[in-house]
């Protein structure tokens, strides 16, 4: 079973996540700040992390950003913040999803196992070559005219379902429901900041791109 680093400094609400993440058989690492959380990453190579923005030691979206450079493993935040504005820097600082308080033990629970599953699934495709850049999926290893650069896991399925579907054009529905999951169909914020990412990172003119095209009232398609 998976190894989840659960990090929370609210005693009660981690204490019931540990509780009930463990009696569904995970093995879970707590840390209440964010100095043990980048210890815990480096240590304990968990293979999802759960994070609580309201750390007191450091500002949240910087520790999604340390986090995400020590590992390319799902990232799941916890806040009370509920502005799409405050998701949005979220998701663009590297987290695969963000869960608003209040929320069901059984909601977390699900979207756990949903991003562990979509972390484990292989690709069908292994390698893509462009002129701009190389992705190497059995690797997870991309570069752009030959100098690497990291992706997200959501990152990574987001390019992978597309370069799968080489121009064909993609609902929006489609692809939120495909790398997201069926309950977020509605949520096309996300989709559109992580083609924004996807073509920063990967794209030599992100506000005209080449390779990942929107298609007008449709979504997306990618093209060589």
């Not at 005693?11 to 100095?35: C, N, Q, W």
């Not at 600082?93 to 991003?115: I, M, Q, S």
């Not at 390019?159 to 997201?180: C, F, K, P, Q, Y």
């Not at 030599?204 to 060589?224: C, D, N, W």
């Amino acid at each position: 079973m998976a190894d989840i680093l659960l990090v929370e400094d609210d005693d009660k609400l981690r204490r019931s996540l540990t509780i009930s993440l463990k009696s569904r058989g995970f093995r879970v690492t707590e840390a209440t700040s964010a100095r043990a959380a980048i210890t815990a990453a480096r240590s304990a190579e968990p293979d999802l992390i759960v994070l609580g923005l309201g750390l007191p030691d450091m500002d949240g979206l910087e520790l999604i950003g340390i986090l995400r450079s020590l590992t390319n493993e799902p990232l799941l935040v916890l806040s009370a913040r509920t502005l799409q504005s405050d998701k949005v820097c979220a998701l663009e600082a590297g987290a695969d999803d963000f869960v608003t308080k209040p929320f069901g033990l059984e909601e977390l629970v699900a979207r756990v196992r949903a991003a562990l599953r979509r972390a484990a699934r292989p690709a069908t495709t292994p390698w893509v070559e462009t002129p701009t850049f190389t992705l190497d999926f059995s690797a997870m290893s991309a570069t752009v005219d030959g100098a690497p650069v990291r992706l997200t896991p959501t990152e990574w399925k987001l390019v992978r379902l597309l370069t799968e579907r080489v121009g064909e054009a993609i609902t929006s529905e489609d692809i939120l429901s495909e790398v997201w999951g069926p309950t977020y169909v509605k949520q096309t914020h996300y989709l559109r900041v992580y083609m924004a990412q996807l073509r920063k990172k990967l794209e030599h003119g992100p506000q005209s791109p080449r390779h990942f095209l929107t298609v007008p009232g449709v979504g997306y398609r990618f093209q060589a």
